[in-house]
């Protein structure tokens, strides 16, 4: 009689044990999802701002020199132009923000463009450029901001 009550008893604790530790299991593992979900969250929150600034970091990388950049207003925003020689025209990129997108408008650079002209590329909160006194150009997107050095190609 003794034995078969120690046996339950063994039983009863063994079965606690494992309660214990699947409760523990689970609790670690919708802590784990929790913390994973805010993470996606806060790298899925910058994402457009960083393609955006991507895109004009590249623009500006393959330019031919650096005085073919300028930052004016276009479409009732700053805009930022990139001026190149084709054969013996010259050309006019813009790249601008407007209803919540990044666009890029390709055209001659004696023609009057309009904003609605433009290839939407990316959507981002806002869109910024500013040359500073250093010569650099800060590029704002969002709450991201960073800072270009536009390279000066020698042509021989």
Do not use: C
């Amino acid at each position: 009689m003794k034995a078969r009550r120690g046996r339950s008893i063994d039983t009863i604790f063994v079965l606690i044990i494992f309660s214990i530790f699947s409760f523990s299991v689970l609790m670690v593992l919708m802590l784990g999802a929790g913390i994973y979900r805010n993470i996606h969250d806060i790298s899925r929150d910058g994402e457009d701002e960083r393609i955006a600034l991507s895109f004009v970091r590249t623009k500006i990388r393959n330019m031919d020199n650096y005085d073919s950049v300028a930052v004016g207003e276009f479409d009732g925003n700053t805009a930022l132009f990139i001026y190149q020689t084709i054969g013996d025209r010259l050309f006019r990129t813009a790249i601008y923000s407007r209803d919540g997108w990044i666009y890029e408008l390709f055209a001659d650079a004696g023609l009057t463009l309009s904003g609605a002209g433009g290839m939407r590329i990316a959507p981002v909160e806002s869109l910024n450029f500013e040359k500073t006194e250093l010569g650099l150009l800060r590029v704002s997107a969002g709450d991201l901001s960073i800072l270009l050095a536009p390279r000066a190609v020698q042509h021989n």
